[in-house]
């Protein structure tokens, strides 16, 4: 099932536009072209809807968030909304500054999101309207294991059914949720957050995923979830002595350049619940 | 002949100016750095005019354009006219959005380019003063091959009799034009199209080498294409299984790192048109 | 004495607020996971302040300073004051332009900092209100050599005095100097300076050396300097024929991602002056 929705990706190359931190900018951009999709980067607000028009989908990441960008960002949501195009949305950092967590709601209430994604505390936070994120990275206290599994599958279902949106809540385990299932996927390797951009450029290949994909969103975006964690393990597998998060970051996307539908297939873990 | 332009970039380490996207900055600096350079950058209206001053050459790059360094690049480029310094533009996305094609277009008319250094739907852009360029990269239909090498060195060869300015267009086939004649240029890989910012870091390596040999930009804007290809040549033949588009990024630039001219001389593959 | 400082950051894993230029921030977040860090970058004014109250240090670099983010400097570094927060400055490029050089000056007027970090020609810039740095890098008659090192010393003990900062003036030998008291140091490789973000990621690492060493500012700030140079010296023994500076970088990172506070002690080559 994975399979398929990887080889539509490069087929359909498709071109994703992001509006984007400019912190881990570059490697969105080179992880889309691994995973067989184009980036464009354009924040503007003198050509955010134009570039989403020549576009098939939207990611925006509201990490590096200005007062320059942010008016792009719903000119471009609203655009493609208009153009059926799906829009995902990466609330880096939702909680750790009110206008991060109000421009995250602001953009809920007037853009209708295929996806939105990301951490557990940044999740929390939309869905409670208020959060209290440490920096950009998850509070210890909204991991989710084997213990609180059940309850974050159903507050993750229900921020689906009350969103409309499939709802992508990464960490050590991952929940991608509809309003009436959801996957639980247990791929990925701690590495992972050891280097800064692993959910950026998630969002990012994500967003070429659901593009190549438009019948079926949530098993798009939990293919890419799969195939992003699939390819973490593999990275760091592949580490060899004297390596860090540096050599981790390069084998990361050179997996994803790498990954075929069926190594996908065979190494997706995740149960439906 | 390769071979001194090169050399001379070695020697005389010209200071760099760029202003230049946030995308694939990093790599223009690490490649100005790779090539003998030395880069800054700086896009701010408040200091764009100073640092051109005390820098040798000045780089003027449209991706992720603003608001708010537009300005900073006509302030930058009418400097650097007045202190006779060469400027090159790359038109990113020119034809993707009507700003960066009238962005492109009026920096045309005021600043005087010594190279224009795009993909050929870029290009034919501002030479048609509108165009449909698919995000930021040449469109299929503008690929040039051995069947149309002919009509496109006269196409860049009569842009570049109308603009004064070298016209670099790369692809397949790579043409440099001045007015009265064109190398031809068939170095390069396919796999500088699968990372982000190639056409970035030639554009940006590119100025380093018309700066350090002002006598001669044609043939100086051919070295920095034909060195660049030959990179990405080398670069992909020490890729080793599982290695993929990231890997690529850092070999091309080590590849620059480590080129002789020697090694350009011999390995440059290009004819007069 | 290095060595707890290093322990120190990898068991508090400060969060450092980075108001940071976009050329080398990717590999500003990248050295502070490398080194037990957690990075968070933030340069709009409507959020500097909250996000540096939920940190516990502030990065303060003027590379690719502009109007919109140098409101945010000021503001999040006056907010860092109130809350005792360590702040580092980074006055990249001060001498290269006024804009530069004045908003770094005015940063010294309005906000105390607990380390200076610069090459000479900027250090130099601030101590004297003017100067004339080569672009980002330090002018070649500012070397510190052994026959300059103790009125660099001097100057640098002195400059300490006036500000109540540490200063810390990087180059062939690195001066961290407080007024009574200066660590030499003679770690580091040449190749540093071949790659863009050296100096960068040293001032992102030291921040967070600061923030987790609270009671000893002067030799925490000493040990990420010589803590830098002996990654770069590792990373350049890593070095195979072929690799130039893209997996330089990369390698430089990883080193600090792998150091031991053992491997420190062992490595740091210094003496008091």
Known sequence: MF?????????????????TNYVTVNDCANILLACGGSPIMADDIGEAEEIT??????????????????????AAGKKANALSHPVLLD?????????????????????????????VSEIKTLAKGSGTTKGVDADALDAVDE??????????????????AVVAMTGAIDI?????????????????SRITGSGCMLSAMMAAYITANPGD????????????????????ARLKPFDGNSTFRNYLIDEVFNLTG??????????MR
């Open 176 to 192: 991608v949720a509809g309003a009436d299932k959801a996957f639980c996927i247990r791929n990925g390797h701690t590495m992972m």
């Open 3 to 19: 399979k398929e929705m990887l080889e539509n990706v490069r087929a359909k190359a498709p071109l994703i536009h992001n509006i």
């Open 53 to 74: 028009s020549v576009c098939g989908g939207l990611n925006i990441n509201i990490g590096t968030l200005n007062g320059r960008t942010i008016p792009a960002m719903f």
């Open 262 to 271: 069926e190594a996908l297939e065979r190494g997706a873990k995740y149960e």
């Open 91 to 119: 609330p880096v950092g939702a909680g750790a500054s009110g206008l991060r967590t109000e421009t995250a709601l602001k953009l809920l209430e007037e853009v209708r999101f295929a996806v939105i994604r990301g951490n």
């Open 147 to 164: 213990n609180t599994l059940g309850s974050a599958v159903a507050f993750a279902r229900a921020f689906a059914a009350k969103t409309g």
């Open 217 to 236: 969103t949530l098993t798009a975006a939990a293919a890419a979830v799969s195939a992003m964690g699939l390819c973490g393990e593999k990275a760091f």
